[in-house]
């Protein structure tokens, strides 16, 4: 897992590896810049002229650190700085009068500079201390890296692409678009987060000299990003004297006249999840439906016509019987009974229960459902349908999906999935884990189906929550990354990312 902070929180990690670890600020300064001038090195070829440009914060001395490591290498420099140079912060005006000896510390207007494809800008304009939308001269300068970029010029970016809100992941407008960013000490949420994930282009986390004991850890309120070795780490390979009954029995609730193949879709998830037996309970004029897709699934037939309700209660009790855990949703039936059904059901269950799609849009209608469940919950819904559970309209969710994904899964106490590019999960301590993994060639429809019975099949086979959780997503993501790596994201199915799965278990040997 890794670490990731806010500006807030990056600020006193600062200022303890001063006080506390004696690693003063031009020192840390100096390293960041010398990474800085490493990844801008990386970018360019033989004739390319480097441009740098410098704010007036400490995110600007970066940049003056950088243009002297490159013209030391014997590289040409075009310094930019922008804002009043009278208000450069001590550390900065120090490496100002530091390119001096050298000759390259009279700034050119950015007006008068021109990158062309194969030069290479180094953004060092606003990093951490960015706090409102740029204006004037700085938001031309950042106009003029747009531009520069549009060109063919390479931008490396000095902790974050100047106009990108730390936090939010949100851009200002302007902000800059970059091919690598290089940010110092731990990465940041708004780097994590779309759209600013995209806009760092390729991240790179570098050690300054802060130590991670640097970080005050806040409990409740950590957020971490997902690493493949904690996803392969949470499933264990798998013993030579197993059968099918070690592997867990998952019961998916799902399918109706026209959705069958969801309710085909989940339980393939579950299957190439790894659950050693999976059962579908359907309404019986399509259970024959669903397991022509799958000769591996059972059917369980709910005689019964209609939305599912409570009259459908005994036989679902029934097919829950010596099951590990139970995926309601995809697809069901739905009407004014089902949110009924569905209390009765999760509070006499006591297995795990992930509540996807449909399920969801029911128990919306009472969240008290979710508090009289007796065993633990995790529900996965899409942002749609999580504006449904929230009230909240889907644009300002999308702008606040950390803290509404944190909120829901503490008020709640269930584990939340907000699906999504970068997924979260949110665990109702109040951590929150980013998923790094997925592509876009996964909006279509399914997904969601497969990604709900992989979840299931996790925690059938003992995994607990969040791990389940996040390492569900994660290997759902992987699968489709891999088949798109060969294939191409446009054909990419949902039932390709079930299949996927394997691709992912052969590279973890699980
Ligand atoms: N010890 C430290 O604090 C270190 C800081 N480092 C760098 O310093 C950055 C943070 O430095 P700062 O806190 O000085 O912040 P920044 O350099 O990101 O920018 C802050 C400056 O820009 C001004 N500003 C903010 N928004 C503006 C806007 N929209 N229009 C015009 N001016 C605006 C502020 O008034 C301030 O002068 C980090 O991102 C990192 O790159 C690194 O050098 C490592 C050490
Ligand atoms: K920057």
């Known amino acids: 897992m890794r670490r990731v902070l806010t500006a807030a929180r990056m600020r006193a990690a600062d200022q303890a590896a001063e006080s506390r670890f004696g690693m003063p600020s031009p020192l840390l300064m ?70 001096e000896p050298y000759g390259i510390h009279k700034p050119q207007p950015p007006g008068t500079v021109e990158a062309r494809a194969g030069d290479v800008v180094v953004d060092a304009l606003f990093g951490t201390g960015l706090t409102r939308a740029p204006a004037g001269e700085f938001a031309e300068a950042i106009q003029h890296m747009l531009r520069w970029r549009a060109a063919g010029a390479k931008v490396v970016a000095a902790d974050l692409p100047s106009g990108l809100h730390t936090d939010t992941g949100e851009p200002f407008s302007p902000c800059v678009e970059a091919d690598i960013t290089v940010t110092f000490g731990f990465l940041k949420q708004g780097q994590v ?53 070690s592997y867990g029995h998952v019961l998916v609730v799902a399918g109706s006249h026209g959705k069958s193949g969801a309710a085909a879709m989940s339980a393939l998830g579950a299957l190439r999840g ?55 949703g995809p697809g069901i039936p739905r009407g004014d009974e089902t949110m009924k059904l569905l209390g009765e059901l999760l509070s006499r269950v006591d297995v795990p229960a992930v509540l996807d799609a449909d399920a969801l849009n029911a128990v919306a209608t009472d969240l008290e459902v979710l508090r009289r469940a007796k065993g633990p919950l995790v529900l996965t819904p899409h942002p749609g349908e999580m504006s449904r559970l929230t009230g909240v309209p889907t644009k300002d969710l999308q702008k606040a999906r950390v803290e509404v994904a944190r909120d829901f899964a503490s008020t709640h106490e269930v584990t939340l999935v907000l699906k999504g590019a970068r997924t979260l999960i949110a665990h109702p301590d109040g951590t929150v884990y980013v998923n790094p993994t997925g592509n876009p ?57 079930a299949k996927g799965l394997c691709n992912v278990w052969t590279r973890w040997n699980r």
Not at 291 to 298: R, S, T
Not at 300 to 322: I, T, V
Not at 476 to 494: K, T
């Open 30 to 99: 100096e390293n960041a810049g010398r990474w800085l001038a490493d990844a801008a090195r990386e970018l360019g070829s033989p004739g390319s002229r480097y441009v740098v440009v410098c704010g007036p914060g400490n995110n600007g001395g970066d940049g003056l650190v950088a243009a002297r490591f490159l013209h030391i290498s014997g590289l040409p420099v075009t310094l930019v700085l922008v804002g009043d140079r009278a208000k450069l912060t001590p550390e900065s005006q120090r490496n100002l009068h530091a390119l």
């Open 441 to 497: 060639g996964m909006a279509t429809g399914g997904m969601g189906d497969v990604l709900s019975g992989v979840l299931g099949a996790l925690l059938a086979q003992g995994l607990k929550l969040p791990e389940a959780a996040w390492t569900a997503v994660y290997a759902h993501g992987l699968s489709a990354d891999l088949m798109v790596a060969r294939r191409g994201q446009l054909g990419l199915i949902a039932t390709d990312v």
């Open 193 to 245: 987060l779309e759209p600013g994930a995209t806009l760092c282009g390729d991240l790179r986390c570098v050690d300054i000299g802060i130590p991670s004991e640097a970080v005050t850890p806040q409990a409740g309120r950590e957020l971490y990003v997902v690493e493949e070795s904690d996803a392969r780490g949470a499933i264990a390979p798998r013993r030579s004297d197993t059968h099918k009954g």
């Open 274 to 328: 790894g659950a050693g037996l999976v059962t579908v309970a359907t309404r019986s004029e399509v259970v024959e439906s669903v397991l022509g897709h799958a000769p591996e699934v059972m059917g369980w037939p709910l005689e019964n016509r209609g939305p599912l309700g409570l009259k459908d209660l005994e036989p679902l009790l029934e097919a829950a019987e010596k099951k590990d855990v139970l995926v309601i």
